[in-house]
């Protein structure tokens, strides 16, 4: 059934609620939010690396170490502690993807693959899915809607220069 951004971002997210994915944490899955919202915030040591190496330049060589991440995380409101920790978990879908193209297991093709006696799609194009549906799911609960999102992104990047200012990646 075809449906609209704005219809998935509603389905994803009642799924998500059905499932338990939203219900108050008990105090382990508290901590087990906070050390995703760590790993989240020691990501953008990476990501930092990716924007320099896009113009040309040199990896910044200030980083967050741990202790501070930590620190940050532990001083932050819970709420904004539990987004975080779902990016982490947008970021982990991304990494699947990546090993759904360096596993040779899946190499024969990067559509939708089963492993012998599972339902559960895997691969490339179910990793990305899976991205899709981590975003979808965390701007319904935040009460912001993607495809606006998506639509004013859009539409600002067709009225960029080329290659976003002759960026390297
Ligand atoms: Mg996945």
């Given at each position: 059934?075809?449906?609209?951004?704005?219809?998935?971002?509603?389905?994803?997210?009642?799924?998500?609620?059905?499932?338990?994915?939203?219900?108050?944490?008990?105090?382990?899955?508290?901590?087990?939010?906070?050390?995703?919202?760590?790993?989240?915030?020691?990501?953008?040591?990476?990501?930092?690396?990716?924007?320099?190496?896009?113009?040309?330049?040199?990896?910044?060589?200030?980083?967050?170490?741990?202790?501070?991440?930590?620190?940050?995380?532990?001083?932050?409101?819970?709420?904004?502690?539990?987004?975080?920790?779902?990016l982490?978990?947008?970021?982990?879908?991304?990494?699947?993807?990546?090993?759904?193209?360096?596993?040779?297991?899946?190499?024969?093709?990067?559509?939708?693959?089963?492993?012998?006696?599972?339902?559960?799609?895997?691969?490339?194009?179910?990793?990305?899915?899976d991205?899709?549906?981590?975003c979808l799911?965390?701007?319904?609960?935040?009460?912001?809607?993607?495809?606006?999102?998506?639509?004013?992104?859009?539409?600002f990047?067709?009225s960029?220069?080329?290659?976003?200012?002759?960026?390297?990646?």
């Open positions: 059934m075809a449906r609209n951004i704005r219809d998935w971002q509603y389905e994803v997210h009642k799924t998500a609620k059905n499932k338990g994915w939203w219900d108050p944490q008990s105090p382990a899955e508290q901590q087990v939010a906070q050390d995703l919202a760590i790993i989240t915030l020691l990501h953008r040591n990476l990501s930092a690396d990716v924007e320099a190496l896009r113009k040309g330049e040199s990896p910044p060589s200030k980083k967050i170490t741990y202790e501070q991440a930590e620190q940050t995380v532990r001083a932050m409101h819970p709420a904004r502690v539990l987004m975080l920790s779902k982490a978990l947008i970021h982990s879908e991304v990494s699947e993807a990546a090993e759904s193209i360096y596993d040779s297991e899946w190499v024969a093709s990067y559509d939708l693959q089963y492993a012998e006696g599972s339902k559960k799609p895997e691969g490339l194009l179910s990793e990305l899915a991205v899709v549906i981590r799911d965390l701007a319904a609960h935040l009460g912001i809607e993607l495809s606006r999102g998506m639509s004013l992104k859009h539409r990047n067709k960029r220069t080329h290659r976003h200012g002759n960026k390297l990646a």
